[in-house]
């Protein structure tokens, strides 16, 4: 059951692990590499919880696609981070918490959807959220540091690549 949970956990991960990489490549300092990566943890433990709890009944009153909400998401981000490339900065960008709020929310959504199945899984909804959270939080970590490499080796091009990745990445969820 362990290793079943984890694997969802790192399968949810997947997505907060390759946007990271390209909010890492906005080359944010490492304050804000964690920051982020704990937001993004929250997310993963407190949207299984609320997809167990509320998210059927909220899917039978609201009629709006998860993945218009993603691609929405998806698309603002992608667009800031095309507009940050052309912004003569010489300073490493802060990007706000309302942006962090933003991209937990993006990557964590997956993770409401699995909680309306989790009862089928597990009765361990808790236990089953603080895995999700340690997976996404070590993910998204990760991806942050590497695309900051990323970022110093290739600058400026790597940003308007991952912002133009971004948008194709939100334009998918349409479909």
């Known amino acids: ?38 937001i993004v ?11 167990s709890e509320i998210g059927s009944i909220v899917f039978s009153y609201i009629k709006v696609s998860s993945n218009l909400v993603v691609f ?3 698309l603002f981000i992608g667009l800031n981070l095309v507009k940050s490339s052309f912004e003569n900065k010489e300073v490493v960008p802060k ?3 309302y942006n962090y709020l933003l991209f937990g929310l993006a ?9 309306i199945g989790l009862e089928t899984i597990t009765d361990m909804h808790i236990e089953s959220s603080f895995i999700f959270m340690i997976c996404s939080s070590i993910f998204t970590f990760i991806g942050l540091i590497t695309g900051k490499k990323i970022n110093q080796l290739f600058g400026k091009i790597a ?17």
């Open 95 to 97: 990007l706000s918490i």
């Open 107 to 115: 990557v964590s959504i997956d993770s409401f959807s699995v909680g």
């Open 41 to 51: 943890g929250i997310y993963h433990f407190v949207m299984p919880l609320l997809g």
């Open 1 to 38: 059951m362990a290793l079943t949970l984890f694997l969802i956990g790192c399968s949810l991960s997947m997505d907060a692990f390759s946007l990271a990489l390209l909010y890492g490549m906005q080359g944010i300092s490492l304050r804000d590499s964690i920051t982020l990566s704990i």
């Open 72 to 74: 929405l998401i998806l």
């Open 159 to 175: 940003t308007i690549i991952g912002g133009i990745t971004l948008i194709i990445i939100s334009i998918t969820y349409l479909f």
